[in-house]
């Protein structure tokens, strides 16, 4: 299957788009998405440090800025790809496809975000379900060692209490 290219058109360091040859436009979704999510990662392990509130704020400023200004591009590209030269056939389904794995990149990370708040459950003592099993069948506890102490007779017991 032919993959949509942009016609005569790419992206360059900066994100602008120039005409030095065609460029599949599903590469560049997923190249101006990949770009905005390791923006969030960074932004995740800067904001991990020792910071002013303030700062806080600015770091989350500055990148909101720089990945609406990248999807911004993006979306101008793809309505101009939608409206002029560019072959149609795909790009609906290359951008479903970039929707698809933002949302499994964003069910993983709830996923593992449940899952670390419930590694705590996994260190519970496993319960004895069967000696539980044991006791409510036969009224007895048949696994417990025999000779734990040695029987005591019932009249050395008796005298024991008498004598106390």
Not at 30 to 57: D, I, P, W, Y
Not at 62 to 90: I, K
Not at 95 to 118: G, I, K, P, V
């Amino acid at each position: 299957a032919a993959r949509p290219a942009v016609a005569n058109a790419s992206m360059n360091a900066d994100g602008w788009l120039t005409t030095s040859g065609a460029v599949p436009l599903e590469d560049v979704v997923f190249a101006a998405t990949q770009a905005v999510q390791g923006g969030l990662l960074e932004l995740a392990k800067h904001l991990g440090g020792r910071m002013t509130e303030s700062q806080r704020r600015d770091a989350i400023r500055s990148y909101l800025g720089e990945a609406r200004g990248t999807l911004e591009r993006l979306l101008m590209l793809v309505r101009w790809a939608l409206g002029s030269h560019a072959h149609t056939s795909g790009l609906s389904g290359a951008l479903a496809a970039s929707l698809e794995r933002q949302d499994a990149m964003r069910r993983a990370a709830d996923d593992l975000f449940h899952l670390h708040r419930t590694m705590p459950l996994g260190v519970v003592p496993q319960h004895d379900v069967l000696a539980a099993v044991d006791i409510l069948s036969s009224g007895t506890f048949s696994q417990l060692p025999r000779a734990l102490r040695a029987p005591v007779p019932e009249e050395a017991a008796s005298r024991r209490q008498a004598s106390r």
